[in-house]
């Protein structure tokens, strides 16, 4: 680990801001200093073009892979083309992958977070309880928003207490979150009693509430602003580079006096703010508040952000990583279905692409 | 070529695209011991890792008493005989003595089982050896460094070592745990033991070592007998100009009182009083564990303050965390700059900027133009030498990093600034460079506390010098008066100033 070059960096360090301040930093330089500098100048700013365009290879190769062995359709097109197909990916994967931004944030911090799924499951559960069982008198667009807000605002405060749990007891966040994906499991299924709330196909706020948020562009756009914010978040914002600088070395943060509780918390505000809005969606989408919902997400998330090049210890990646991970996985899986794939096979290869994508980019970042 | 026990050839070695060494080489005889010196950067270490087998060479040739040798691991380095004591030291910490001498030691063989007995007897001889009075149960976390070090060179011993690197070994060490090493040194020696010194301290060398071998920029440039070499000739080969040692003068302007320190106590600091002044250095010297950093992080708030009043420009300062303590002006440089100062996957910018985001933010999002602008500043000022303010720290050599470290509290403007050992492991030019500022933050009204294990550079730097001994102060010399001896008594003996 004492050698390891700027994996994350890449995404940070624009190539041409690198030749704008070389000159007058070699100021005074000693000989050797200066040589090894300008030497390998051209492959120290092609390196993380490469690192890049890596990873964006191993998305198009599945890409290309999966226009392959696409099954035609009877018009001699292939179904993986069709604009219909991309667009289901896109909307398969934007679940996951809102959690997966958020989860970066984590993960960069040096944590993890557990409990994305059954907050996902809390915030579907609220949300259909809200719809059906709360505000009868409300119009329903205000019923709707009321619902929502609800479902959100409590899978933030979910979020934020596992961050204040993590931050002032100091405790490791697997384990907080362990606890938290427990119980806030525990509490989706008392509140509904086990059951699911079905959100009908009629003329009632429910069903108009499912049908505006099943939309694919509602559900695309959410996870594409969603990345962009994030993006953002990470690379333009003083708060994204405490949340780097946290993850990367915390006792140095502290003996810099940076905010790492505060910090802490608003990131795991992120990942319950997004797994609520995952969940509202998943309500829709599903047509029902099911407590049972989102087993396994957190792995899903996890997995996505660790194939995106996040290190799993923190300081470096990402979001473009992640959106790029995700996006890997959503055409697997798509890939697999469309052959036919037995789903059981799916899990398995799945499996071994997660470990041969993260063993191919910790090769080339030797 | 006669007596040769190792040599090494043409040796490269690139970190990503970096050249560490290229075609370096190296030759020990039997039963010398031999400096490898250079500035920071010139490859020392890494040429020290490779012949160990911790690193593994791009390229070159290796011979151990004549035979071609192929060192591509640890496990091949120890059944030719070569052994390394490693700058960070490489130990289990929650292992003991003895485990940690048996761990994959081929000499002692190891069944399913941990034998504890036959572990104790085989390391036994090997501790006596190197004076380490320690039990072989004792975890080595419970070890002070010193007898952390002794640990590991009885582990290289037992390894039937015949060559035994050792990286900076006193760069964490105070003089007597340095002269108790030289003795082990020599004694090694006359064993028929070589051994290969990887050092910055010229004293050092010319005391213990036979030959020298001079790296520059990742190339052998010479060797030369010690006996018959100056330093000034050494110093050539390694900077390729003439360096001035001397001390330059210092002219000291001694403000206004800026910290007033009145019976300070902490879980280990006991009735820790005095005053400093704007534009001084003040000097903080003692033995390790003496309560010098400690000092440090009660000011700076990441020690909570027991007992006692520190006042900042008049007014009381009970800093409860690092960033009340920097609001009020106070900067700290920690002792270890990786674990405890760099955050080692970031750039140069990020890092020097971490302290100063509040400034070169607008509604929280970064405003790059002024990092960079404010970074080049005090990076022309700290002569921080790196390819680009985007190359990662972990890319620059030990001199440049802490170079990094200052610069993010240079932007800070602190009024107060704590130095706990900021030379520690860095090569001569870059210790000017850092002297050189502490002289220029002195002169610009600053107040400086300097922490060293080196009492030269605190005779160098210093106004007045703060000794410390368990916790308690006393001695406060001014720089007239103080000598090496003086303050080595009073860090030392309690009876020197009761």
Known sequence: MARDPEVGQAVHACPLS????????????????????????????????????????????????????????????????????????????????????????????????????????????????????????????????????????????????????????????????????????????????NENIDIGFGRDVAARFAELFREKAIVIGAFAGAAAGFWILLDRTVFGRHVRAIGDNEKAAEYTGLPIRRTKVWVYSLTGLLAGIAGVLYAAENHQGNPNAGVAYELDAIAAVVIGGTRLSGGKGSISGTIVGTLIMGVLTNMLRLNNVDSNVEMMIKAVIIVLAVAVQRETNR | MPDSLFEAAHVDKHFGGVAALRGASLEVRAGEVHALMGEN?????????????????????????????????????????????????????????????????????????????????????????????????????????????????????????RLLLMDEPTSSLFDDAVERLFGLIRGL???????????????????????????????????????????????????????????????????????????????????????????????IAGLVGAGRSELGAALFGLDPIVSGRVKLGGAALSARSPREAMRRGIGLVPEDRRTEGLMMSMSVRENASLATLGRMQRLGFLRGARERGELRTVAGQLALHCPSTETCVSHLSGGNQQKVLLARWLLLHPQVLFLDDPTRGIDVAAKQDIYRIIEELAAAGKAVMLVSSELPELLRCCHRILVLREGRVTAIYDAEEATQEKIMASATLAEAHA
């Open chain 1, 18 to 193: 690198c030749l704008g301040s070389a000159p007058w930093f070699s100021v005074g330089g000693l000989a050797g200093e200066h040589r090894l500098g300008h030497a390998d100048g051209g492959a120290r700013l092609m390196r993380p073009i490469l690192r890049r365009a890596q990873s964006l290879a191993a998305l198009l190769a599945i890409l290309l892979l999966a226009a392959i062995t696409s099954p035609v359709a009877s018009d001699g097109s292939r179904i993986f083309l069709e604009i219909g197909n991309l667009t289901d990916i896109l909307r398969q994967i934007s679940l996951i992958g809102m959690i997966s931004l958020a989860m970066t944030f984590v993960i960069l911090t040096g944590g993890i977070d557990l409990s994305v799924g059954s907050t996902l499951a809390l915030s579907t559960a609220l949300t259909a309880m809200g719809l059906t069982r709360l505000w009868p008198t409300a119009s329903y667009g205000s019923h709707i928003a009321l619902a929502i807000a609800m479902a959100v605002a409590l899978s933030t405060l979910a979020g934020a207490l596992n961050g204040v749990a993590i931050a002032t007891l100091r405790v490791q966040p697997f384990i907080v979150t362990l606890a938290s994906m427990i119980g806030l499991r525990g509490l989706a299924k008392w509140l509904t009693d």
């Open chain 2, 41 to 161: 950067g010139a490859g020392k270490s890494t040429l020290a890792r490779i012949v160990a087998g911790a690193v593994r060479a791009d390229r070159g040739s290796f011979r151990v008493d004549g035979q071609p040798a192929a060192i591509a691991s640890p496990p091949d380095a120890q059944r030719l005989g070569i052994g390394i004591i490693h700058q960070e030291l490489d130990l289990f910490p929650n292992l003991s003595a003895a485990e940690n001498m048996v761990i994959g030691n081929l000499c002692f063989r190891e069944g399913p089982w941990a034998r504890f007995r036959q572990m104790e007897a085989f390391c036994r001889p090997f501790l006596e050896q190197v004076g380490l009075t320690c039990s072989a149960r004792e975890p080595a976390a419970s070890l002070s460094i010193g007898q952390r070090q002794l640990l590991a060179i009885a582990r290289a011993l037992s390894m039937n070592a």
């Open chain 2, 189 to 283: 020696r006359s064993r028929g033991v070589s051994v290969v010194y990887v050092s910055h301290k010229m004293d050092e060398i010319f005391r213990i070592c036979d030959r020298v071998t001079v790296l520059r920029d990742g190339q052998t440039v010479g060797t030369r007998d010690a006996a018959s070499t100056g330093s000034g000739e050494l110093i050539r080969l390694m900077v390729g100009r003439e360096l001035d040692l001397s001390s330059g003068p210092r002219p000291r302007v001694r403000g206004d009182v800026a910290m007033e320190v009145e019976d300070l106590g902490t879980s280990l600091l006991r009735n820790v009083s005095f005053t400093l002044h704007r534009g001084e250095v003040l000097g």
